[in-house]
């Protein structure tokens, strides 16, 4: 008889581990046991020593579907054996390793709401501990029923006996719940509550005649409706005042293929239990043209509920499944608040009575088989944490505090990084407060004190603010990063650089991050470590005129571009921009604005040179409905001219040679998607050949969500044998800033620099 003592780090909490190592210890007749702590899972295990040896491969080998271990270490123990393997009680005051995402209704539960025999047949709310909601459900920490919204519900005798019984599925699933026990569902039209023996039903005609419907998912609500029906989906449009923004679609996966090419790898990224919208190439003309103005993707995902299982079922079409708010509001999470806020938008409401706690929006992932990225990480990715390089776990905890726009913030501390669900835009008041509760939250999820904190150094954002007045606040140590060196380290983060690793080289393309120099950046060739980096090319400044009116109107960007390109003769060299430009008075405005500087900012982006190509190959509306559609809608035309296209011969990192090939090519007549696809591979060509010798260059920002010029970026420096480092699990756009800060914060704030 021998005995290991194995410790096992990762994401093993509330994903049923413990019941798992039990079934495993009995079934190979080991003595021991097995408990959570603040580190994750502890066990010892009595046995011959060959089935210890088995033990811990099957642990590996057979992990539960939600578990992820990171890592698993044994030692060999002493002492006498236990009789019998138990499961320990978790201790009162024990900090427990954290909260697992939300995941999407597994097999078997899918199963038991299909079985007109089950207990749970059509039972909206089914879960077990391979499935079900988590982080949306959670007010504090232990995560146990009690610290959720299912503290409403008190178990009936049956879902007790299988929270109870460790060969249970359902062995401590704190939101198991059933019809009897369970939260509920019901319909409301305007006025109210509505008489509805399947609620689900109820709302399928409705749908099915063109109708839009509030429903009430895991994260907040959603609108749904037809996405086939154009009268429909351009009422939404209309009602929700929301004009090119694409909607999201929801279908199960059998009716993916005739609204857009499924592959094999799409179908994997659909699948995981995350269930994310994952962008698939449209079938063009499957779908209303509205669904998803001026793109060749749609964003599709399946049903991850119960609900929604039965709901798809029931309407037997895709439905568009968008954020259920007004405009550029957050998606609403109450009851009460989707009565107000979606009043007039919704023809009737699918409600329940279990309270989302945290607001969380789908997560969006494009499926590029080179590389699949997340483009926004929330619903069923965060809070999971990310394992952090050697060097990292000795660092003091940072909180970093991300960026304004895609805020995210994250905690990094004992080698690991959380990055928060993405939450919005923080200029919106709402989406503010939750950026500030959540903070609270994974503050007390993870029993974190920060002793640095990491800000951007926009002094204008209020993320940059509100990290200012919690380190005030704390005493903790303020850290400034700059945005395009947070990008790049992000990226070194996810794939595990270590803390003291070497400077590495970057292109972060992006649209606007305050530099070192007090211009504004955003097409940066960098050299960096977690500590400091230099600045060895950038793409040339051009004036912004009207500031933050140029981020939303194009023909502004496009105006500077050609007034830096060609001088005062720029207007004659315009004739055939197919973009209309405001009249001469108008623009003489802003070529004053330029000349002078005056309300006009240096910009070295590369997002608002996407927007002036767009522009001058008429893509672009005068005003944008939301931020990267143009540069979208440029990425959409060019994808096909691609193959058939090549760059402009233009040397070095130089504009005005670019346009005069550009406006030469609208003179001549040829196509939008033929300059688009020219100016991607320019763009490609320009980069890479200002970009020396290496071994390896990171590509990020925000600008690089563009498949096409990562693709060519990637061809490129494969050609002169440079490897390319992308980010997948954290997003390129400033949806992953907050990761970079933290990893630099940490490194900085325990080093003085060296000399040069
Ligand atoms: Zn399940
Ligand atoms: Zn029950
Ligand atoms: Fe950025």
């Known amino acids: 008889m021998s005995g290991v003592s194995i410790r096992v780090v990762g994401l093993v909490q509330g994903v049923g581990f413990r019941p798992f190592v039990w079934r495993l210890a009995h079934a190979l007749d080991l003595s021991g046991e097995v408990w959570n702590d603040a580190a994750g899972v502890g066990i010892e295990a009595w046995g011959d020593a060959a089935a210890l040896a088995r033990f811990q491969e099957r642990l590996r080998a057979e992990t539960p579907p939600l578990a992820r271990i990171d890592t698993l270490d044994a030692t060999p123990l002493d002492g006498p054996a236990p009789s019998g393997f138990s499961i320990r009680p978790s201790r009162e005051g024990v900090r427990s390793a954290g909260i697992v995402p939300d995941a999407a209704t597994c097999p078997a539960c899918q199963a038991e709401i ?28 232990p995560y146990d029923r009690a610290n959720t919204s299912m503290r409403a519900f008190t178990m009936c005798a049956a879902c007790a006996a299988e929270y109870r019984d460790p060969s249970d599925r359902r062995f401590h ?25 399947d609620p689900v039903l109820t709302v399928a005609a409705p749908l099915r005649r063109g109708e839009i419907v509030a429903v009430k998912g895991i994260g907040g609500f959603h609108l749904a409706c037809d996405a086939q029906d154009a009268a429909a989906v351009a009422e939404l449009r209309r009602r929700k005042h929301r004009d090119a923004k694409p909607f999201a679609l929801m279908a199960r996966e059998a009716d993916i293929p005739q609204i857009a090419e499924l592959s094999s790898h799409a179908r994997a990224l659909l699948r995981q239990p995350a269930a994310p919208i994952v962008l698939l190439p449209a079938r063009p003309g499957a779908l209303p043209e509205a669904i998803a103005p001026g793109q060749d993707r749609i964003g599709v995902m399946l049903p991850y509920t119960p609900l929604h299982h039965l709901l798809l079922e029931a309407a037997g079409v895709p439905l568009v499944m968008t954020s259920g708010n007004r405009a550029d509001e957050p998606q609403v999470i109450d009851n009460a608040a989707a009565k107000r806020a979606l009043a007039g938008i919704a023809d009737l409401w699918l409600m329940h009575d279990r309270t989302i706690v945290n607001r969380l929006d789908d997560s969006v992932v494009v499926a590029d088989p080179a590389a699949p990225a997340v483009l926004r990480r929330a619903r069923g990715f965060a809070p999971a944490p990310l394992p952090l390089g050697d060097g990292f776990a000795a660092l ?123 211009h504004l950046w955003g097409g940066e060739l960098l050299h960096a470590d977690f500590t400091r ?33 060609f001088g005062p003769d720029w207007r004659r060299q315009a004739a055939q921009v197919r973009t209309h430009l405001p009249s001469e008075p108008e623009t003489r405005v802003i ?24 522009a001058a190959l008429g893509l672009s509306q005068r005003v944008l409905s939301f931020e990267g559609e143009a540069a979208m809608r440029l990425e959409a035309v060019a994808r096909p001219a691609i193959e058939a296209t090549g760059p402009y011969p233009v040397a070095g990192l130089d504009l005005a040679t670019l346009w005069r090939s550009i406006l030469a090519d609208l003179a001549a007549g040829a196509a939008p998607g033929v300059i688009a696809a020219r100016f991607h591979h320019t763009l490609a060509a320009m980069l890479a050949d200002a970009t020396p010798a290496v071994d390896r260059v990171v590509l990020s920002g925000g600008v690089l969500q563009n498949r096409v010029l990562a693709r060519l970026l990637r061809a490129r420096f494969a050609a002169r044998g440079i490897a390319t480092l992308e980010p997948r699990l954290f997003p390129a756009n400033d949806g992953g800033l907050a990761l970079g800060q933290a990893a630099i914060a940490a490194v900085s704030a325990t080093r003085t620099p060296a000399p040069d």
């Open 114 to 141: 299909a079985d007109p025999q089950d207990r749970r047949f059509r039972y909206a709310f089914t879960n077990c501990t391979h499935c079900g909601p988590r982080l949306s459900i959670v007010t504090a920490i």
């Open 173 to 197: 699933a704190q939101p198991n719940a059933c019809p009897v026990c369970g939260p509920r569902l019901w319909v409301e039209d305007a006025s109210g509550p509505i008489a509805a023996p």
């Open 396 to 518: 003091p905890p940072v909180l970093a505090m991300g960026g304004d726009l895609k805020s995210t913030f994250c905690l990094a501390a004992g080698g690991q990084a959380i990055v928060s669900h993405h939450i919005g835009d923080l200029a919106e008041a709402r989406t503010h407060d939750d950026y500030r509760t959540a903070i609270r939250l994974y503050r007390e999820i993870y029993g974190f004190e920060p002793a640095v904190v990491a800000v951007d150094l926009h002094d204008g954002y209020h993320a940059t603010r509100w990290g200012e007045a919690l380190a005030a606040e704390s005493g903790a140590t303020l850290v400034r990063v700059q945005h395009h060196h947070a990008h790049l380290a992000a990226c070194l983060a996810e794939h595990g650089a270590a803390a003291e690793a070497a400077p590495a080289w970057g292109w972060i393309l992006d649209g606007l991050g305050m530099g070192a120099d007090g």
């Open 533 to 565: 980096f230099t600045r060895h090319a950038h793409v040339p400044l051009v004036a912004m005129p009207g500031g933050d009116a140029a981020s939303r109107q194009p023909w502004r960007n496009l105006v500077a571009q050609l007034w830096t390109a």
């Open 591 to 614: 070529e004053r604005m330029i000349e002078t500087g005056t309300n006009a900012p240096l910009a070295a982006s590369t997002g608002r040179l996407f927007d002036a190509v767009a």
